[in-house]
């Protein structure tokens, strides 16, 4: 078993990005909620962001989305972030919520569609070069909702070209994380509906792209940590984006609906090499209903206690058990390290870090939320669209 000296360094580094739209409103395809002291400016989402990385320790970077995180000088927002004690990270693309895009983006049969859509990924790219931002993520909602509303390989000729363009654009040390998602808008044929899309895009353009794994973009009973293990091997696994799902994309708090999932998942990294910053771990979720905050502490400590049970597996006996084909002593040393309590080991590496034990009493002791509400009063709040 991994010595607990160990263990506890090894989670002392772990980095968690947590999302700017994390703190704005969110909700339903039928409703998007308000709550009191969300967010009005970028600016303000970055103060919550350093809130979380100040009771949690491991939670350093906040990413990005253009245009809902647009401002007029991203070298001086960055300068911001760096003041709160975070960072910019990965700057997330939006190619979904203009009318343009009805019919897709850089798939749309419009060229000048197309171009559009190019365009502002180019132009995410300058805002990594303002912001020193290493990742550009893109998601995709490109597809078609009936048989022979388009032609699919034409759309995949189209991708090919838009990702090539914006991949020659990227400057030193920046990569591309190319996202994929089964369904939804598109439920006849998405453009980038699956793990092996991705992968064969990625693989066609380079090193520098990347596949990321949205853990809540599977259907029902995907292995998930397959997908993992496969992407880790072949030196194509950029990132996560870390949510729960009980059906489809639920975006709810990372290791809510599955804690096992998780932590299947994070063993695979931890195995896999993947426990790196090449691997970027990135919270995707939203919080619409419960407070905003909070739930992002809860998402952090959840990834953390599936990383630390991860760390624990006595990876020698179940190579051993593996090996002889012991098929319940394999299963038992998994089981043995997910069924530790790490809640009091984490607790040991909070206060050696110079934080509280517990982040969430820390944060409701600390008057934030409250001070939030009484402040944030006017203007207009962040959320979808804005």
Request: glycine share 8%; charged share 25%; with cysteine.
């Amino acid at each position: 078993m991994t010595a607990v000296p160990a263990v506890k360094a090894a989670l002392k580094t772990q980095a968690i990005e947590t999302p700017s739209w994390a703190y704005g409103n969110s909700g339903t395809r039928f409703k998007v909620f308000a709550q009191p002291g969300v967010p009005r400016t970028a600016q303000e989402k970055l103060d919550d962001a350093a809130r979380v990385h100040a009771h949690t320790g491991v939670a350093p970077t906040v990413a990005l989305h253009i245009p809902w995180d647009r401002v007029d000088d991203y070298a001086a927002l960055a300068k911001y972030a760096e003041d709160r004690g975070v960072k910019l990270g990965a700057v997330n693309a939006n190619v979904f919520q203009d009318d343009d895009y009805r019919l897709g983006s850089v798939t749309h049969p419009d060229p000048a569609v197309r171009r559009k859509a190019t365009d502002h990924l180019l132009e995410c790219v300058d805002i990594m070069d303002a912001t020193g931002s290493r990742d550009l993520k893109l998601w995709f909602s490109d597809g078609t909702n009936y048989p022979g509303q388009d032609d699919i390989a034409a759309r995949q000729d189209r991708l090919a070209a838009a990702l090539g363009e914006v991949y020659e654009r990227l400057g030193d040390g920046q990569r591309m994380l190319l996202e994929y998602k089964l369904f939804e808008p598109a439920f006849y044929a998405t453009d980038v509906p699956d793990w092996g899309t991705a992968y064969a895009h990625c693989q066609r353009l380079g090193p520098k792209a990347q596949v990321v794994v949205d853990t809540g973009h599977h259907a029902p009973g995907t292995n998930i940590e397959f997908i993992v293990a496969f992407l880790l091997r072949e030196g194509k696994l950029g990132g996560f984006d870390f949510n729960s799902r009980f059906y489809a994309d639920d975006d709810l708090m990372a290791g809510a609906a599955d804690p096992f999932q998780l932590f299947r998942i994070m063993h695979e990294v931890v195995r896999g090499g993947g426990y790196s910053p090449d691997v970027a771990f990135m919270l995707d979720q939203c919080h619409n209903i419960e407070p905003k905050i909070p739930a992002v502490i809860r998402s952090v400590l959840n990834v953390q206690e599936a990383t630390a049970k991860a760390l624990l597996v006595d990876s020698a006996a179940l190579a051993e058990a593996q090996g002889s084909g012991d098929v319940l002593g394999a299963n038992a040393v998994l089981m043995d390290a997910y069924n530790t309590d790490v809640r009091p080991l984490l607790a040991e590496v909070r206060e050696e870090m110079g934080l509280d034990p517990d982040p969430v009493a820390a944060y409701r002791r600390s008057g934030w939320a409250e001070r939030i509400v009484a402040e944030r009063v006017g203007g207009e709040q962040a959320g979808w669209g804005a």
